[in-house]
């Protein structure tokens, strides 16, 4: 990826800091901080450490001039930046390499932050949502929600944040929602959402045309893949159809669909 882009970006944050004082340039710390972290620091000891072993990687594409700032102003700077700021110049950074007119596929998903709970401070987990594109391996989109029964309402406005046109939009079963698969489709993209019991008649629906008696030898098209997993050899089967007549209802209640699949394993 290209650096010169990562720095475009963040000099959009603004520096509060008074003009006399500033050792460091903003700039600086901030592209430490990225690729230390990028690169496995989990504390400001670590990143420090990073910029101390790393040196004439950062000075390819920032001036520290003055060295490699110390771990406690590395802490005191970032804690002074614009959290949104921040935020709004790293996304658009992942979004300059996730082009418009690919085909790709976006995986959204939550997940809790390792050592994100703190029991003595009364600090709950952190949850954020993500969004992934499988094409890039990049994440080009991501949301903190204060807890997991909140990523229903945090899918839509993350999907805000993206270009989806052309794209398909994977979620797993707490986003397979009528309401987002209506905005995905409004946006110009596909979706592919993985179905359990909180869509009660969908689901009842899956189990009656795909009996676990005929997957043995499916009638519809079908594809299976083997690969080795934790040790083992394991078997997939994909299943695909397209909606069944008795089942046409379902395309009214949900914009846009078109397959039933299955997968077993």
């Known amino acids: 990826m290209e650096l010169k882009k990562l720095m475009e970006h963040i000099s959009i944050i603004p520096d509060y800091r008074q003009t006399w004082k500033v050792k460091h340039k903003l700039s600086d710390i901030l592209l430490l901080t990225i690729y230390a972290v990028v690169s496995g620091a989990e504390g400001w000891e670590d990143i420090e450490d990073f910029g101390e072993t790393h040196p004439d990687f950062l000075k390819q594409y920032g001036d520290f001039e003055n060295g490699i700032p ?37 995986a959204i998903d939550g997940k809790i932050h390792r050592h994100s709970y703190d029991k003595s401070r009364r600090k709950g987990a952190i949850h954020v949502i993500s969004a992934f594109s499988t094409m890039h391996s990049l994440v080009i989109g991501q949301i903190k929600t204060d807890k997991k029964s909140n990523e229903i309402t945090a899918i839509p406005e ?16 707490m986003g397979c929602q009528k309401d987002i698969a209506e905005k995905i489709q409004k946006q110009g993209g596909d979706y592919l959402f993985a179905v359990k019991g909180n869509q009660g008649r969908l689901n009842k629906a899956f189990e009656e045309k795909f009996p676990l008696k005929e997957l043995n030898n499916p009638k519809h098209d079908s594809y299976a893949i083997s690969e080795k997993s934790h040790g083992r ?19 009214f209640e949900w914009k846009g669909l078109k397959k039933l699949c299955v997968a077993v394993s």
């Not at 406690?72 to 390499?97: G, Q």
């Open 233 to 251: 050899e394991e078997t997939r089967l994909h299943i695909v159809c397209d909606v069944p007549d008795e089942l046409i209802d379902f395309t």
């Open 158 to 173: 993350l999907l805000n944040m993206l270009d989806i046109k052309g794209k398909i939009i994977k979620t797993d079963a």
């Open 70 to 106: 110390v771990h406690d102003t590395i802490a005191r700077v970032v804690s002074c930046i614009c959290p949104a700021k921040f935020h709004e110049s790293f996304i658009n950074w992942m979004l300059d390499y996730h082009s418009s007119d690919d085909k790709d596929v976006i």
